[in-house]
């Protein structure tokens, strides 16, 4: 708890205190202090730099924190190299200056450069060393602004800069106040003002060119597997925080290094069990009934009855849906039947999976996504990330692509969409037009949430009338910013906290981003 936290501060103060008798002892402990940082951000800068690694923060698992006692140990050093009388020692002061400050910048915590320019700013300006003091602030500038295009409010302007279909005259008739409702994110807001008129309207406001709405904008309106024509405003502008005003990290992507069946659920399956946890797979429930009591019973279709004094109902659209009008008690409260039944279902989508019988180009991404191109919106290499498909690639001499439509109408065949995805393919790999197929798998569903205009209202919460029953799900409303697999996962954390309430059982915290945008945080609107 904070409380501990502290705690152990005050006693390493008093430790400090107690035990540093002289300036020597002091010198020690800032070579101590200072050293011990520098070896996390040799670490940092070894990962980053020679392994492709993005996620290392560090001991304490955050690069926030990681970033600011580095901040902390740089002034020890940087004091240590100008006053230390041995050669030997200074260099090694002031070589450790290097991965410290290649850590800060490169580790994207927006408190660590701020941090890092005050302290060098500080030290420069004490020393006299104003000319310097200059350079170092305009070096810290570009710093910033070359390594720093995830972070709010640069990430718009680099994506601005670089996109080659908005140009200035089409930036002079963009529409300032639907750009400040974009910069002024405000969950409950933007609900209530946006939610009734559709996507595709509020971006056609916006002023920008068609090819333009359709190159930036579309990555974020897929993300929630809906078309701009069917999905809300306010569900679009929560989808750009989340994904990039509001989210440094939002456009990466953690991936399993084998298939999530292996790496993810197997494992998960065997710790439950370990806990005397009931897993049972191929058995529906078909009703769900609730006494006078505490008790809840789920009758399965496989004839049994369980009862128990807590239920999750965590199923997508259809199934919760046809799962409360099967049961009449469910529907005793009649705003929670009609929130239930009102929830729709967005379009389909497509994953094609092809293991092809030669290798792509070297200089291929691992991921990408697509715009303006028909209805292909993303292409991995599965065999650059993946180990199940990287085997097969070294056993066959060939690689694993996949292929993403989302929003794909219930018009179209599979046969037509497999025609289209390969020919884009095609054109965008041209490596591939010789390529043999050599096994194939397509999955096409239909189970994800609409988000459509004036839905936000009705939309069901985690806790439900009922008590100790709650709902979790990707079309739960949540207090938060959240994208379809993230909001199923944390209406989980709230459903399972919601019911360890109940017997005084402290739940699990969840950690997300502002909930607000970067300007509104600003100006404080």
Same mark, same amino acid.
């Given at each position: 708890?904070?409380?501990?936290?502290?705690?152990?501060?005050?006693?390493?103060?008093?430790?400090?205190?107690?035990?540093?008798?002289?300036?020597?002892?002091?010198?020690?402990?800032?070579?101590?202090?200072?050293?011990?940082?520098?070896?996390?951000?040799?670490?940092?800068?070894?990962?980053?730099?020679?392994?492709?690694?993005?996620?290392?923060?560090?001991?304490?698992?955050?690069?926030?924190?990681?970033?600011?006692?580095?901040?902390?140990?740089?002034?020890?050093?940087?004091?240590?190299?100008?006053?230390?009388?041995?050669?030997?020692?200074?260099?090694?002061?002031?070589?450790?200056?290097?991965?410290?400050?290649?850590?800060?910048?490169?580790?994207?915590?927006?408190?660590?450069?701020?941090?890092?320019?005050?302290?060098?700013?500080?030290?420069?300006?004490?020393?006299?060393?104003?000319?310097?003091?200059?350079?170092?602030?305009?070096?810290?500038?570009?710093?910033?602004?070359?390594?720093?295009?995830?972070?709010?409010?640069?990430?718009?302007?680099?994506?601005?800069?670089?996109?080659?279909?908005?140009?200035?005259?089409?930036?002079?008739?963009?529409?300032?106040?639907?750009?400040?409702?974009?910069?002024?994110?405000?969950?409950?807001?933007?609900?209530?003002?946006?939610?009734?008129?559709?996507?595709?309207?509020?971006?056609?406001?916006?002023?920008?060119?068609?090819?333009?709405?359709?190159m930036i904008f579309r990555v974020f309106t897929h993300a929630v597997f809906n078309d701009d024509a069917t999905l809300s405003a306010?569900?679009?502008?929560?989808?750009?925080?989340?994904?990039?005003?509001?989210?440094?990290?939002?456009?990466?992507?953690?991936?399993?290094?084998?298939?999530?069946?292996?790496?993810?659920?197997?494992?998960?399956?065997?710790?439950?069990?370990?806990?005397?946890?009931?897993?049972?797979?191929?058995?529906?429930?078909?009703?769900?009934?609730?006494?006078?009591?505490?008790?809840?019973?789920?009758?399965?279709?496989?004839?049994?009855t369980l009862e128990a004094t807590g239920l999750v109902l965590a199923q997508h659209v259809r199934g919760v849906r046809e799962l409360v009008h099967a049961s009449p008690d469910l529907?005793?409260?009649?705003?929670?039947?009609?929130?239930?039944?009102?929830?729709?279902?967005?379009?389909?989508?497509?994953?094609?999976?092809?293991?092809?019988?030669?290798? !792509?180009?070297?200089?291929?991404?691992?991921?990408? #996504?697509? =715009?303006?191109? @028909?209805? *292909?919106? $993303?292409?991995? +290499?599965? %065999?650059?990330?993946?180990?199940?498909?990287?085997?097969?690639?070294?056993?066959?001499?060939?690689?694993?692509?996949?292929?993403?439509?989302?929003?794909?109408?219930?018009?179209?065949?599979?046969?037509?969409?497999?025609?289209?995805?390969?020919?884009?393919?095609?054109?965008?790999?041209?490596?591939?037009?010789?390529?043999?197929?050599?096994?194939?798998?397509?999955?096409?569903?239909?189970?994800?949430?609409?988000?459509?205009?004036?839905?936000?209202?009705?939309?069901?919460?985690?806790?439900?009338?009922?008590?100790?029953?709650?709902?979790?799900?990707?079309?739960?409303? !949540?207090?938060?910013?959240?994208?379809?697999?993230? #909001?199923? =996962?944390?209406? @989980?954390? *709230?459903? $399972?906290?919601? +019911?360890? %309430?109940?017997?005084?059982?402290?739940?699990?915290?969840?950690?997300?981003?502002?909930?607000?945008?970067?300007?509104?945080?600003?100006?404080?609107?």
């Amino acid at each position: 708890t904070q409380i501990d936290n502290y705690f152990k501060m005050l006693l390493q103060y008093y430790l400090i205190a107690a035990f540093i008798r002289n300036e020597g002892q002091l010198r020690e402990l800032n070579w101590t202090m200072g050293l011990s940082m520098v070896v996390v951000g040799i670490r940092y800068c070894y990962g980053k730099f020679l392994l492709g690694e993005h996620r290392f923060e560090g001991a304490t698992g955050d690069r926030n924190e990681m970033a600011m006692a580095m901040v902390m140990a740089w002034p020890l050093l940087f004091m240590l190299g100008l006053t230390t009388k041995v050669m030997w020692k200074r260099v090694i002061a002031w070589a450790s200056l290097v991965p410290l400050m290649l850590s800060i910048v490169f580790c994207l915590s927006r408190g660590g450069m701020l941090g890092l320019i005050a302290v060098v700013g500080y030290v420069l300006y004490r020393l006299h060393h104003k000319r310097w003091l200059w350079v170092v602030g305009i070096c810290g500038g570009l710093i910033g602004l070359a390594n720093l295009p995830s972070t709010a409010p640069l990430n718009a302007i680099s994506l601005v800069r670089r996109s080659p279909f908005i140009s200035l005259a089409d930036l002079r008739k963009l529409s300032t106040e639907r750009t400040r409702q974009m910069l002024l994110f405000d969950p409950q807001k933007h609900a209530a003002q946006h939610d009734a008129i559709s996507a595709a309207r509020f971006l056609e406001e916006t002023g920008l060119p068609a090819r333009a709405r359709e190159m930036i904008f579309r990555v974020f309106t897929h993300a929630v597997f809906n078309d701009d024509a069917t999905l809300s405003a306010s569900e679009m502008l929560a989808s750009l925080h989340f994904h990039f005003l509001g989210n440094p990290e939002g456009m990466l992507f953690d991936v399993l290094e084998e298939p999530a069946s292996d790496a993810l659920f197997a494992p998960m399956e065997r710790y439950l069990r370990a806990l005397d946890v009931e897993i049972r797979t191929g058995t529906a429930a078909t009703q769900i009934t609730r006494d006078r009591g505490d008790r809840v019973r789920v009758a399965t279709s496989s004839g049994e009855t369980l009862e128990a004094t807590g239920l999750v109902l965590a199923q997508h659209v259809r199934g919760v849906r046809e799962l409360v009008h099967a049961s009449p008690d469910l529907a005793s409260d009649g705003s929670f039947a009609k929130a239930i039944d009102e929830l729709g279902e967005g379009a389909s989508y497509v994953v094609w999976r092809l293991f092809l019988d030669r290798p !792509l180009d070297e200089t291929r991404k691992p991921y990408v #996504r697509v =715009a303006d191109l @028909g209805s *292909l919106d $993303a292409i991995s +290499l599965h %065999d650059r990330f993946e180990g199940e498909s990287r085997r097969y690639a070294l056993r066959t001499g060939g690689a694993v692509v996949q292929l993403q439509a989302f929003g794909v109408p219930e018009s179209r065949t599979d046969r037509e969409l497999r025609d289209e995805l390969l020919s884009t393919l095609r054109v965008l790999y041209p490596e591939t037009k010789g390529a043999k197929i050599l096994h194939d798998e397509l999955v096409r569903r239909h189970d994800c949430p609409a988000f459509a205009p004036g839905s936000y209202v009705a939309r069901p919460r985690v806790a439900t009338p009922y008590g100790n029953i709650a709902l979790a799900g990707d079309y739960v409303k !949540l207090p938060f910013p959240s994208a379809l697999m993230e #909001r199923a =996962a944390a209406s @989980g954390f *709230l459903a $399972a906290n919601l +019911l360890l %309430d109940r017997w005084d059982v402290r739940g699990e915290s969840l950690y997300t981003i502002p909930s607000r945008g970067f300007v509104s945080g600003l100006i404080g609107r």
